[in-house]
Structure formats: C-alpha cells, structure tokens
C-alpha cells in the first residue's frame, strides 16, 4: 500500500525510487534462490499456496447462501458480513484442532503407533465432516417447556 501511494505521486521522490529498487533485489534474489533450490522452495511454496486455497474452500463452503459475493452496498455490511465469515471459518478451524489434539493424545495413551513429525502433515481446514447446511431436530423438554437443539 506504502509503494502504491509512493507511485501515486506526479513526480517521483528518492525514497519511492529507492523502494522500487529493493523491490527489484527482493524479487532477483526469489528468483535466484528459485532456480537454484528446485525441490526445497517449490515444495515450501506449493505448500504455503495448498493451505491458502484450503482456507479459501472452506470460506467457499461456508458462504454458500450468496454463491460467495458479498452484495451489501455499504462497507459498514460488507465489513459485517467478512467478518462473520472469518469469524465461522475461525471457529471451525479451532474446533478441529481441539479435536485433533484429543485424537493424538487418545492415540498415544493407546500406545498406537504417532510420530511427532505426523502433525506437520495436519490441518484443521477440512469440513466435510461439518453439516454445514444442518439437520436440526428440536425436541421439547416438559417440565420446563424449553426448546433444546440436538444436531
């Protein structure tokens, strides 16, 4: 955003000039280190690429309703609504971990088979097993005439 605003300018100054320049550096050195470390780098990026489009899927999954566009008008709405998402994706992602550390645990006191280095291969991104669209069965208490949700 800074480089932008720099660029914006009608007449360029030396701090954007200079910016510009360790750009160009920052970018021949990424390409450098590219080349050289084929296998290393291209497999840290793949991956690094793999989860943002993993937690891309899941908002995709969970924003259903409007086929994924936001058709509010003012940004006040579009904030709302973004930070909802975010906030829903977030609670997924957190449940799944919960779950999955109790699942490696349950393993080791079982004594199965768990290398520590397995966990590296781990996300909390998945929701296939999330009823996203919900089967929700409601059954009345009589006593105290409240509704509890199972589901």
Not at 25 to 54: A, H, P, Y
Not at 114 to 133: A, Q, R, T, V, Y
Request: aromatic share 10%; hydrophobic share 40%; glycine share 8%.
């Amino acid at each position: 955003m800074l480089l932008r605003k720099l660029s914006n300018y009608p007449r360029q100054n030396g701090l954007a000039l200079a910016l510009r320049e360790i750009g160009r550096i920052e970018r021949t050195l990424f390409i450098l280190d590219w080349l050289e470390n084929v296998d290393d780098l291209r497999q840290r990026v793949t991956d690094g690429l793999n989860k943002g489009e993993s937690r891309n899927s899941l908002a995709r999954a969970v924003f259903f309703n409007r086929l994924g566009e936001i058709r509010d008008r003012s940004y006040h709405q579009q904030a709302y609504r973004a930070g909802g998402l975010a906030l829903i994706t977030s609670a997924i992602a957190l449940w799944n971990t919960v779950y999955m550390e109790k699942s490696v645990q349950l393993m080791i006191e079982r004594g199965d088979k768990f290398e520590p280095d397995w966990c590296k291969h781990l996300s909390p991104l998945g929701w296939e097993h999330i009823g996203l669209n919900g089967d929700y069965v409601w059954k009345l208490i009589d006593k105290e005439k409240t509704l509890i949700s199972y589901g």
